[in-house]
């Protein structure tokens, strides 16, 4: 055939390949979901998608970071509760034995109390939460207390450094070292203990200051903890907004706009067919059309 070889032929080919081509595209682009898959569907957004992806995964581990440091913290809440209702309890005892006549049977009782009281409170401060001991300050694997012989011993002396980020980089140092919350409790009462043991009402007398130096201790921290609550809320509504945007944007540069790609497929499609069409109407000449 003379005109199959002819440039008309050789031009439809080409602008079917490429009608095809974008066939071929665009139901890649709908099966998959992603408008860019691959470095070539559009190089110009390459950087910025691999610059949100990496925002997305920091600011996700900045989620679940404050995702576990709030469960600490919700502990530690109900921890410094309970811990207060022990001070309470020892206050207690220390008022109904500080003044004479003070029978030895009561003081006897009493000593007992606080000594339950005090091994109730080395547990408290061994709080854990998933395998940590939330009160341990820098070593978070060692429980800071122990009781031992009928006494709180200290374990671990380790400070609290550790720093909690939001996704904007504002710093949290979330709970202080169990010394430091719970070092005036184990004292005061330690002092009670003996003062009870010794039967003197004076001596149990002179303890209730320090007893209330403990609960202002402890007030202290609840307070410090219930601010930390808030702020780790916060920086996780804003760490979740921040995910939702991000995701957004990538959403814009790499996902497939569903409603345009059909429309542009279905046009294809139909550019394709008409084409085929219309070409195989085109009249045929054959060399035999120039022989007599």
Do not use: H
Not at 23 to 32: G, H, M, P, V, Y
Not at 198 to 220: C, E, M, N, R, Y
Not at 231 to 259: E, G, K, V
Not at 264 to 289: D, G, H, Y
């Amino acid at each position: 055939m003379i005109d199959s070889l002819g440039a008309g032929a050789l031009l439809f080919a080409a602008n079917l390949d490429i009608t095809q081509s974008r066939i071929n595209q665009l139901n890649s682009e709908i099966t998959s979901g992603l408008r860019v898959s691959k470095a070539g569907d559009d190089p110009s957004a390459v950087q910025p998608i691999l610059a949100i992806q990496s925002e997305i995964a920091r600011v996700t581990q900045v989620q679940s970071n404050l995702n576990s440091v709030s469960a600490e913290t919700a502990s530690a809440d109900s921890a410094l509760q309970s811990a207060t209702n022990m001070l309470d309890s020892a206050l207690s005892v220390a008022a109904q034995n500080s003044s004479s006549p003070a029978s030895a049977t009561s003081m006897a009782a009493g000593a007992q109390q606080v000594q339950q009281i005090l091994q109730q409170m080395v547990n408290i401060a061994n709080t854990a939460v998933n395998g940590r001991y939330i009160f341990g300050g820098d070593a978070t694997s060692t429980a800071p207390y122990a009781w031992t012989a009928g006494a709180a011993t200290q374990v671990s002396s380790a400070p609290s450094t550790r720093i909690i980020e939001d996704a904007a980089g504002n710093q949290l140092q979330p709970l202080a070292a169990a010394q430091d919350i719970f070092g005036d409790s184990f004292q005061a009462l330690g002092k009670l203990a003996s003062a009870l043991a010794s039967g003197s009402p004076d001596a149990v007398q002179s303890t209730i200051a320090g007893l209330k130096t403990a609960q202002s201790t402890l007030s202290g921290q609840l307070v410090s903890v219930g601010d930390a609550q808030t702020w780790l809320q916060n920086a996780s509504s804003d760490a979740a907004s921040r995910l939702t945007n991000l995701q957004s944007s990538l959403s814009a540069l790499r996902d497939t706009d569903m409603p345009t790609a059909i429309t542009q497929l279905t046009i294809a499609q139909t550019a394709e067919q008409a084409a085929i069409q219309a070409e195989a109407q085109v009249p045929r000449t054959s060399l035999f059309n120039y022989l007599g």
